[in-house]
Structure formats: C-alpha cells, structure tokens
C-alpha cells in the first residue's frame, strides 16, 4: 500500500544533494542498507536506501540530482509530502569485529545507519567517506561524531583527505590494517575495486547494488542481475553471490526495456 | 505406493509438472527463468514480447492493493528478436520455453509468432489480454471475431503449440474461448489480470502512472476459476488455469475446474521461487491421498460433480 | 471550524451522509433497515425485489474466499408487492428509502416499478447486475440496448429517481454506463458482485449450490473503484459507488474517482452497523483536514488530476 | 472459508436422533451456544449446535431428523465427510450462581456444553433434561455423570420424570427453589413460556433462537428477529434483547422469501 510521508526538514548536503527527513513507522523500524520507493505525485517513483533509521523517530533520504525525479525531491521544502512504499530489499547482514565500511558519493545513505548500528553493538568501523571534491561529503559531521578518527575522509581532486577514488583508499588501507569484513556502497565500477581487492584478501565483501527498480516486489524482473532480483535478493549482496553475478557486476545491467547495456559508473 | 506422475501433456507438449510462471513474472531475465525451472517449474514463461522493444510504463507500475497486487507494468520488453538468444540459451539447458507474445496488428502477431516459433519456443502463448496498454495493443481478446484472426494468423505460422491467454475483463469468456478454439488454438490460459486501480486519498490522484491496472493475487482467483471453469466447459481443448494460485490447494481447484496445468505469478512475491516445488510436491500429495495416478486423473472433476 | 455539511443530494434526493448500505445486504428485513440507519447510514437500500416471491438457491448460499465473500442467494424476496408495508413503515419513521428491484421482462421491470414508485419509495434501484440468476432475470444489464430500454420503461413509470446498478461483469461498463443514461437513469451504481466460484479439493465440487456466486468486499474494491473512475468520466448524472468499501480512506477514494455517495455490504460482516458512522465521521475528518466544506467538493476530484 | 470434517463415530442418541463426533480445531475452541454450518456435498448446508466443545479434543453435532438434510446427517457412518464453516455466532454468557437450564427436544444440543462450562466453573447447574418420550432423552448419562441429582428428568408423556413440557417443569421448579439465571434451549414455544415465567420472577434469561440461516455472516438478512440477526447477534438472545423481539418471539419469523409467518412449536 502507499503511504504519505510528510518533509519535516531539508538538509543540504552538497551542491547536488539534500537530506529529506519525515516520520514514518515502517522506515522507523527498517534494517541498513533496505531502501523506500518514493514517489512524486504527477511524477515518477523511485527507489531510495533509507539515510536515517531511528526507531520511533526520524527517517531520511539522501538525494543526489541526477534527473528529474531527484531534481524535484532536491527542491521539496518542508511540509511537502511524497508517496512511500517500503522499506524493502535485505539490508546489510552486520558481522565483523574490524570492519571497514567504503563509501562513494551518495553510498554514503546506506553505510550511515550501518555505522550506527555497529557502534550500538560496541564495534566502531573503519569508514572510508569519499566523494568527487570535499563540499561533496555527506553526513561528516554525523560520522565524525560518531566514529571520531576511524572516519577516513577521501576526494577525487584531494581537496580534502586521502586524494583518489574511495576504492583505492580502501585499499591502502587494506594494505595497511586488518578487516574482517568491508562494506561498500556506491558507484558500481568503485564497489567492484572494492571487491576484488578484499577477494584476493580473502576478506568477505557486502556491497550494495543498484539496477532498475520497478515493481520493488520482486515480480517483474526488471531490477535483474544474473539470477537474483536487486529489489528483493538484495540491494546488498555478499561475497558470494558477488561471484556469481561477477560477470554482470560492473559490466552489465537490464535497460527499462530489458536489453542488456554497459554499466559506466 | 502406486505410479504416482506428475508430468502432464499439453497439446503435445510434454511437462515434467503443472506448473509453470505466469507470463510477465521474471520473464524478462534469462537467468531469472532459469531460476524458476530450478524453483520445480515444469516449463517457464517469457515476459510477452512484442515487434519492437518497449520500455512501458513509468513508475509506478506496481502498488499492492487489498488482496492483491496492481500492475501496470506496459508490456516492457527488448523485442521478440533481442530475446531470441535468451530462448535460445534456456531451451539449450534443457527448460521447456513458452513464449509469450503480443502485437499491436494481425501482422505483427503472426510475424512476431514466426519469429519465436524458428527460435524454437516449445510453445506460444499469445497475450491478447493486457489490460494496461492502448486498446489495438492489450484487449484484441475482447473480441470474438479479433480472437479467431489473430489466433488463426499465428497458427498458420507456428510449428510449436499454441496457447491463446484470455482475459476476464469481458462479458462472455466461454465465447472468446470458443473463438480462439476455432482459430485453431491448441490450448487456452485463462486468466489474465482484472481490470482495477488505485487512488491515493492523500494526492487525490490515481496512484499508477498509467491510472488503471492489473488485478493479480488472491482477490483475482474466484473469478479466475470461474473463468476456467466456464472456458472449461466450452472447449475442447486443454486449459492452462491462471490467476491467484498461492498454494497447492488452489491449483488442485483449478484442475477440479478444468485446467490442465497452472501458472503462478504474484505468489512469488511471498512465497519465492519455492512456490513451484510446494505447489507440485502438494499436487503429488493430494494425488496419492485420494488414490489419483496422474494429474490427468482429476482435470475437471469438479464439472462431472454437478 | 467551518461550515461542514455531510448531506448530499442525489439527483434530487437529499441525503443527511453519503453512505447506504448495498441492496440485498440485511435489506429483506425492515427492522434490520432501520437499525442501518440508526447505524448512520444517510438511506436504506431494499433487497432486491421481484414481481414474485422467491426463495432464492438452496444453501451453501455464502462462502469466504481470498479477500472477500461469494454469494449466490438468487434474489430471495417475498416479492415488491409484498414489502410495498415495510417500505411505507421504514418511510414513516423518517428513513429514506431506495428501492432495489428487479425483473425477468421489461413489463417485470415496468410493473415493479410502477408499485414501488407508488410505495412511495425515495428512489429506485434498478438491479440489472445479479450474476447468480438466470440470464433473463440477472444480466440484462450486460447489453446495451436492453440497458436503455430496462431503464426508459422504469423512468416511464417512475415519480422518484431511478439509479441503475450496474455490473463489472461486462466488457465496457462505460458504454452500458451510457445506455443507462441515454435511457432517462437518474443515477448509476457501481457495482454489484464479480462472478467468480469456488471449489472444495476434499469434495471435488463446487460449494456453492448455485455453482457461481458474486464476489464482494475488498477483493473488489480496485475493481469496483475503476468501473466508478470509467462510469463517471462516460456519463454526467451522478454515480453511486459500490464494492468493497470497508472504511472512510476506501470510501473517499470512490468519491475522488467520481462517486456521490457509496454503498456499503459486506463490510458489515467485520465491522458491523457503526460501520456507516464510521464512514461518515472519517469523511467528516478527511474535509475538515482538507478544507473541502462538503462532499461534493472531492467529487471527481482525481479525474481532474491527470 | 469451508473445512472438511470426517466423522469419528456415531452415536446414536434416540430413534430420530445421532451425535456424530469429528475433529476440527476450530471448533474445539468453541463457545457454548455458537453452532457451525453443516455442508452435504451434493445436499444442503445447514445450521447445528455444537454438542461437544472439547478443547484440543472432539467437537459433535446432535442432530434430529425433520427433512432431508438431516436425514442424511442421521445416516452417516464413521469416515464420512462433511463441509463445515464457522463456528459462528454469540453463544451463552456465562452468569449466576444458581442456575437453571431448560432443554427441550435437540436443544440439549448447545445446553450440555453449558452445563460442562459451568461445572468447570464449579458451579453445578440445575438441568431440565425434557423429551417427548423416555427414548428420546439424549445424553441423559453424559448429564447424570456430570450433575448427579441436578438433573431433572421430563417427558411429554410421562414415561420418565416430570410429566409435561420442560416449560411446565421449569415453572415447578422456580416455584420451589431460587435461581438467578436460566437458561433455555429447545422448541420455540416452549422457551416463549420459560421467559414468561422468568420475567414474571425478574430472573436474566438466556434463551437460543433459531431463523432460517442462510449466510450465517449476518449479511442477507434471512435470520432475522426484529432488529437482530439470528446468525450473529445470536443464536442467544438475553432478557433485554428478548423483551425487545417479544412480539416475534414465539409469534413471527421469516420463511425463505422473506415473507412472515407464524411460530408453531
Ligand atoms: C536500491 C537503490 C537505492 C538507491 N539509493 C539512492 C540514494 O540513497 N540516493 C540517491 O541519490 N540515489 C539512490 N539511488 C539511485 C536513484 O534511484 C536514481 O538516481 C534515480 O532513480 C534517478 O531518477 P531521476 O528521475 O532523477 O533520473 P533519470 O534521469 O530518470 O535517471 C538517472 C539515472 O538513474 C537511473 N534510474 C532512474 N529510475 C530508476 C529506477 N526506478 N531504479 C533504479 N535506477 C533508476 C537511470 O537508469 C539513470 O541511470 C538508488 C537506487 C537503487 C536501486
Ligand atoms: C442456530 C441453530 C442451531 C441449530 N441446532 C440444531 C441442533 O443442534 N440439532 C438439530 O437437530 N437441529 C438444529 N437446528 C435446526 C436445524 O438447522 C434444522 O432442523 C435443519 O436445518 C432442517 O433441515 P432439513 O433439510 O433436514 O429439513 P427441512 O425439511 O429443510 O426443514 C425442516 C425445518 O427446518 C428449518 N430449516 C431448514 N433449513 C434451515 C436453515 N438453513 N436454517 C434454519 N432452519 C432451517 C425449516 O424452516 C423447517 O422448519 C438449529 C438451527 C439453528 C438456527
Ligand atoms: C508484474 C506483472 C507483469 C505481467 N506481465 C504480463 C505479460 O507480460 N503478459 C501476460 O500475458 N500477462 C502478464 N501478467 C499477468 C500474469 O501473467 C497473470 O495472468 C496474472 O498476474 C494472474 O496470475 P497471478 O495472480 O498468479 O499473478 C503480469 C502480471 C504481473 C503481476
Ligand atoms: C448477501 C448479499 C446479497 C446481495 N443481494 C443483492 C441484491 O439483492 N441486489 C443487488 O443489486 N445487489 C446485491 N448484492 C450486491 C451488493 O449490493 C453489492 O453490490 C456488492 O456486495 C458489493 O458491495 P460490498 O463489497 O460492499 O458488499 C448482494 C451482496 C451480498 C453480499
Ligand atoms: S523491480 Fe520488479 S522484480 Fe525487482
Ligand atoms: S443468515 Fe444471513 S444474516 Fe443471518
């Protein structure tokens, strides 16, 4: 069933991206790494991770513009009220007792609330925040307070931290420490870095995946990446099934008519 | 325990059990059917494809209402020609393909059936039963006169089997039944979704992007037995029951009813891919309980009862 | 707080709420009636009423299905004459009353309305819906033609309005929809029953005795709410919602799609009488939230949206 | 939604009348005075008390023979199906210290699982077991087993106890001795009598009624009495709503048409 979710405060982000938070007890009660289906009356729904999970308080959404969609959800103002279906999809499965969390761009929505939900089970990840320049990095401020120096800030243009992509931070730091467990949300040709390199070191892999959402009940195929349905099998898929699908993960996903095409990003 | 055998024929087609994917669910993923058939499908079902690739409908597509799931999903697909390699490929695993397909024009049926039919499809069924998109494209199934045409168009064409899907948005199903049948159709699928929609009281808007959309779930399966049960009686040939089958319970009435086989769709949706393996491994049971040897053994029993 | 009015006005029939139970829902019984309307409902439907008595099918008459309830009662009714006392006591008590009934001809249907019109009844309801009875007497409302012409014979004889209660069984309720009104209807309701069935796997029968029944409650509701969205953009007299309405968000929905007013059945089964109250209040508070001053004001309102 | 039902074992109860025990879960959870729709495949559905109401254990029906539905139901053998919905209906409230229970004919169908409730209660009730003959006391040991001397035995003809009718009965013993609640099951005009007598003495009455059920969901109207449903504001009906349905009570129901007609027994 669809649901309305009042805006109750915006929060700019970045240049490119807000924080839409609202209150909504489904949300409220959702796992990290499960995402909502938002929808813009007139407009169109898509599919969004849930940036804030607060049991019995406050959800958010972390939006980048990238289209139309996004661009009208970026310039809502509170008291504006969107549709909502969900949460929906398996999260993240929390494991680990040094785990490294790499996030890239608006990866950063999911891995957030996984943080949390770390610490509230007294482990303090590791998490690579990265982004294209340093204006671009999400919910700083929130992680630094929650995980102080473990935040490891990285910029495409070094603006600001570690200079390169979160990929090649993450492996550094792999190089560097021990993990038992990396997390990774983002672009895809990043987290596919990421999970090769913490495959040749045998480290298990939980990454986040993106593919057309449509129906988000599993039934219409669309969201498809080898056998599994992103919108219900995933978003988040392990090590193993990442090898399964290694052959489509970062190479080929279903366009809105079901033809196979590249993946760029 | 006695030669308990759950495989069925279907107008030739021989299935290693009743049940297959209703046309549309998954069907658009190669990998995805082939995970199906692994699921104890006897047989998988494409999306329906049409003459060129089209993207449907935009979001939303999908909103469950009470007892079932809208869609409105607009026929997405790549193509009957895009998915050729895809039959190709299952077909090559050794799964039983049934291709479904739609057109916009008599033409385009009877070309796009040729063209499955040389992919080697292990049987067509023919969508002329959407009911989410333009008129010349979903319900030419509204029509007796259209049925027979398109039906006879795609046979004079086809080599594997054809199955011809109707729609329980119409008057008279049994007469539609019967015109597909004097088309030449080999077996009927009855039933595809119910013509329904969605209001948001909040937007006061239609909630599908397309207003109106398909009724699939339990909420659809009375009438969806009932309309197997009325094509059933009108028929001769076999009948692939369609529409709100969860469980094995469910499918074991459509047989009573008339179906020779049955397709699930929405029940993925709660009960995964394991629904066809639970639907086939209840039928086996229901079978041996009441002293049945095959699936053959109880299709439209329910019709001699009355 | 403004000034909110719940009252509506059906073709001319002015109503303290929107909400009327479903013909044929309790409406065999007076007292019954009036304890709906003490329940709050703003009318009283009748069953529907024959020239005859009947005593309707034999029993097993009614079954819970997935998401709703079939029936087959087959138009029990002590015939119009009959009742013509209850509706003149029900009338006499202040309570509004709409008269349902029906006919096996159109002379049937031109007596039965002359002897209710003459009841004093405060509308009628013509039932040219019922799926569970012989062709002649149930589905004349599946044709067009006999649509107008049901409803031109009616409206002959008729002082009070006359709503015609249409079925969802057709092809395109928006053409019968039309014939109605091309006829002289007053009114269209929308909808009576879906046909569909069920069978039990352990007798390997039907379980109705009438082997169909209708479906209602909320397995109808997306249905019922598309059939009042396509009847009220064919036609310009108002539009009686009907089907699966169970609370105010559902009822406020069939207003948005072009409903004036909405009938209730078998939301009583789990609700109870409160269930018209309920409605009302939950409408009361929907305006008020939306500064809308009257129910009228969200008529229509989601057709204007796209 | 219809069960199956299969007959454990039959017991025959009078020349006219069985008891036949199946298992069903819901019924097992049962109240006393709520009934289930009996289906014939191939025959009728019908209304029938549950005679037994063993949580966890065996349910039963007592069925006289009057037509053709309960012809076949008397003619049932172990093994035997048949469909069953509900139970459906408001049964007895349990109340009173003292109370009386006034069976007449069948209606010792719905009173015996009183009568076991209020034991289990530990209050041992009095019970006016009447028939029209000493052969058609049913369940007369099941009672004696459970109330000893607070069974009092009456039969039209004499044959066995008090007699006369339980009505008669009933008014004998209200003279002699004080209850507070009573209880009453059977012939229509027998029970008419017993809350006269009630009333007239200010005892609650509890007296289960019987129309013709068609839908049993309280939906077609068929069952009913005044403004109430026979198959949901009933089949028990107490003092305050009998008083309201006084005129019908004993005078007028509903035949399948709907048209009224006289109470003859
Ligand atoms: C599980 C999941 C979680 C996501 N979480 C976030 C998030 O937290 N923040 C965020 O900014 N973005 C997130 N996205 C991506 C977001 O859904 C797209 O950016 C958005 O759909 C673009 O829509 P648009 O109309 O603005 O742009 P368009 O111009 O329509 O499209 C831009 C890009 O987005 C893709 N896209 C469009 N519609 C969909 C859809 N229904 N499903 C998937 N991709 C689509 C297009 O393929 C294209 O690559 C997530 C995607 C998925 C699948
Ligand atoms: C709540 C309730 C509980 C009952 N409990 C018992 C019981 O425990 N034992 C028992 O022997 N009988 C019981 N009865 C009565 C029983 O339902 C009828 O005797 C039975 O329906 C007769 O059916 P038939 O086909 O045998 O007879 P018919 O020849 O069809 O009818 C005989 C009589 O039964 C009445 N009857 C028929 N069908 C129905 C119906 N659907 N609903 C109500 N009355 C009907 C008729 O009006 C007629 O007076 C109960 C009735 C009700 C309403
Ligand atoms: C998401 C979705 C997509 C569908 N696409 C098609 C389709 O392409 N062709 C078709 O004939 N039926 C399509 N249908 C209808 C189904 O094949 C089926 O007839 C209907 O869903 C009823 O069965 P179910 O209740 O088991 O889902 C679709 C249904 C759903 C839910
Ligand atoms: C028990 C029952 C009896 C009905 N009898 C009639 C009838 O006599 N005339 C009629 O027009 N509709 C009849 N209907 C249909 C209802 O009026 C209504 O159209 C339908 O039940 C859908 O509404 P609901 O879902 O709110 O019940 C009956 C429905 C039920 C459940
Ligand atoms: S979006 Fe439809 S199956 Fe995933
Ligand atoms: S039997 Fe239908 S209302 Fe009671």
Same mark, same amino acid.
């Given at each position: 069933?669809?649901?309305?979710?009042?805006?109750?405060?915006?929060?700019?982000?970045?240049?490119?991206?807000?924080?839409?938070?609202?209150?909504?007890?489904?949300?409220? +009660?959702?796992?990290?790494?499960?995402?909502?289906?938002?929808?813009?009356?007139?407009?169109?729904?898509?599919?969004?991770?849930?940036?804030?999970?607060?049991?019995?308080?406050?959800?958010?959404?972390?939006?980048?513009?990238?289209?139309?969609?996004?661009?009208?959800?970026?310039?809502?103002?509170?008291?504006?009220?969107?549709?909502?279906?969900?949460?929906?999809?398996?999260?993240?499965?929390?494991?680990?007792?040094?785990?490294?969390?790499?996030?890239?761009?608006?990866?950063?929505?999911?891995?957030?609330?996984?943080?949390?939900?770390?610490?509230?089970?007294?482990?303090?990840?590791?998490?690579?925040?990265?982004?294209?320049?340093?204006?671009?990095?999400?919910?700083?401020?929130?992680?630094?307070?929650?995980?102080?120096?473990?935040?490891?800030?990285?910029?495409?243009?070094?603006? $600001?931290?570690?200079?390169?992509?979160?990929?090649? $931070?993450?492996?550094?730091?792999?190089?560097?420490?021990?993990?038992?467990?990396?997390?990774?949300c983002g672009p895809e040709l990043m987290m596919v870095a990421v999970f090769d390199e913490?495959?040749?070191?045998?480290?298990?892999?939980?990454?986040?995946?993106?593919?057309?959402? +449509?129906?988000?009940?599993?039934? $219409?195929?669309?969201c498809a990446i080898g056998p599994y349905r992103v919108c219900m099998d995933g978003p988040?898929?392990?090590?193993? +099934?990442?090898?399964?699908?290694?052959?489509?993960?970062?190479?080929?996903?279903?366009?809105?008519?079901? +033809?196979?095409?590249?993946?760029?990003? | 325990?006695?030669?308990?055998?759950?495989?069925?024929?279907?107008?030739?087609?021989?299935?290693?059990?009743?049940?297959?994917?209703?046309?549309?669910?998954?069907?658009?993923?190669?990998?995805?059917?082939?995970?199906?058939?692994?699921?104890?499908?006897?047989?998988?079902?494409?999306?329906?494809?049409?003459?060129?690739?089209?993207?449907?409908?935009?979001?939303?597509?999908?909103?469950?209402?009470?007892?079932?799931?809208?869609?409105?999903?607009?026929?997405?697909?790549?193509?009957?020609?895009?998915?050729?390699?895809?039959?190709?490929?299952?077909?090559?695993?050794?799964?039983?393909?049934?291709?479904?397909?739609?057109?916009?024009?008599?033409?385009?049926?009877?070309?796009?059936?040729?063209?499955?039919?040389?992919?080697?499809?292990?049987?067509?069924?023919?969508?002329?039963?959407?009911?989410?998109?333009?008129?010349?494209?979903?319900?030419?199934?509204? =029509?007796?006169?259209?049925?027979?045409?398109?039906?006879?168009?795609?046979?004079?064409?086809?080599?594997?089997?054809?199955?011809?899907?109707?729609?329980?948005?119409?008057? =008279?199903?049994?007469?539609?039944?019967?015109?597909?049948?004097?088309?030449?159709?080999?077996?009927?699928?009855?039933?595809?979704?119910?013509?329904?929609?969605?209001?948001?009281?909040?937007?006061?808007?239609?909630?599908?992007?397309?207003?109106?959309?398909?009724?699939?779930?339990?909420?659809?399966?009375?009438?969806?037995?009932?309309?197997?049960?009325?094509?059933?009686?009108?028929?001769?040939?076999?009948?692939?029951?369609?529409?709100?089958?969860?469980?094995?319970?469910?499918?074991?009435?459509?047989?009573?009813?008339?179906?020779?086989?049955?397709?699930?769709?929405?029940?993925?949706?709660?009960?995964?891919?394991?629904?066809?393996?639970?639907?086939?491994?209840?039928?086996?049971?229901y079978l041996e309980a009441n002293g049945f040897g095959s699936v053959k053994g109880i299709?439209?029993?329910?019709?001699?009862?009355?």
């Amino acid at each position: 069933m669809m649901r309305t979710a009042v805006i109750t405060r915006v929060l700019r982000m970045a240049p490119d991206m807000v924080t839409l938070y609202f209150e909504d007890e489904e949300c409220s +009660k959702a796992s990290p790494g499960q995402y909502a289906m938002i929808w813009i009356p007139g407009g169109e729904e898509i599919p969004m991770s849930l940036s804030t999970i607060n049991p019995g308080g406050e959800s958010s959404l972390t939006v980048r513009d990238v289209g139309e969609a996004t661009k009208t959800l970026c310039d809502m103002k509170e008291g504006d009220k969107v549709g909502i279906r969900g949460p929906f999809g398996i999260g993240y499965t929390i494991t680990g007792d040094s785990p490294l969390l790499v996030a890239g761009g608006t990866g950063v929505a999911s891995l957030a609330p996984l943080a949390e939900a770390f610490v509230e089970r007294g482990v303090k990840p590791t998490f690579i925040l990265g982004a294209k320049t340093e204006s671009d990095l999400a919910f700083r401020d929130r992680l630094e307070n929650l995980l102080g120096d473990s935040v490891v800030l990285a910029t495409d243009d070094g603006s $600001c931290g570690f200079e390169g992509f979160s990929s090649q $931070c993450a492996e550094k730091l792999m190089d560097e420490r021990s993990f038992d467990a990396v997390y990774t949300c983002g672009p895809e040709l990043m987290m596919v870095a990421v999970f090769d390199e913490a495959e040749s070191r045998g480290i298990p892999v939980q990454a986040s995946l993106e593919r057309y959402i +449509k129906c988000a009940h599993g039934l $219409c195929g669309s969201c498809a990446i080898g056998p599994y349905r992103v919108c219900m099998d995933g978003p988040v898929f392990d090590s193993e +099934k990442l090898r399964e699908v290694r052959e489509d993960f970062g190479s080929r996903k279903m366009d809105p008519t079901g +033809k196979i095409v590249g993946v760029d990003h | 325990m006695s030669q308990l055998s759950l495989s069925v024929d279907i107008a030739g087609l021989r299935l290693r059990n009743p049940t297959m994917n209703a046309a549309g669910v998954l069907g658009i993923s190669a990998p995805l059917l082939k995970r199906v058939y692994e699921g104890g499908a006897g047989a998988v079902v494409t999306k329906s494809l049409g003459p060129e690739p089209r993207s449907g409908h935009l979001n939303p597509t999908m909103v469950i209402v009470e007892g079932g799931v809208l869609n409105a999903m607009g026929l997405p697909n790549p193509g009957a020609e895009y998915f050729v390699s895809a039959i190709k490929a299952l077909r090559a695993e050794g799964i039983p393909v049934i291709a479904s397909f739609f057109g916009a024009s008599i033409d385009d049926f009877r070309d796009v059936a040729e063209l499955l039919s040389e992919a080697g499809a292990d049987a067509l069924e023919v969508n002329v039963s959407c009911p989410n998109v333009q008129e010349e494209l979903g319900m030419l199934g509204a =029509d007796c006169l259209n049925t027979e045409k398109v039906t006879a168009a795609v046979k004079e064409v086809s080599k594997p089997p054809v199955f011809v899907k109707l729609s329980p948005n119409v008057t =008279d199903i049994a007469e539609i039944a019967k015109a597909a049948e004097l088309g030449g159709a080999d077996a009927i699928t009855a039933v595809n979704t119910l013509k329904g929609m969605a209001i948001d009281a909040d937007f006061r808007r239609p909630i599908l992007t397309n207003v109106t959309g398909g009724l699939s779930g339990p909420a659809l399966k009375s009438v969806a037995l009932r309309c197997v049960w009325d094509v059933a009686k009108a028929v001769e040939v076999p009948v692939i029951g369609c529409g709100g089958i969860t469980n094995w319970r469910d499918a074991v009435e459509f047989m009573l009813a008339g179906a020779s086989a049955v397709e699930v769709g929405t029940a993925i949706r709660e009960r995964g891919f394991g629904v066809y393996e639970e639907i086939t491994t209840g039928i086996e049971g229901y079978l041996e309980a009441n002293g049945f040897g095959s699936v053959k053994g109880i299709v439209g029993l329910a019709q001699e009862a009355i």
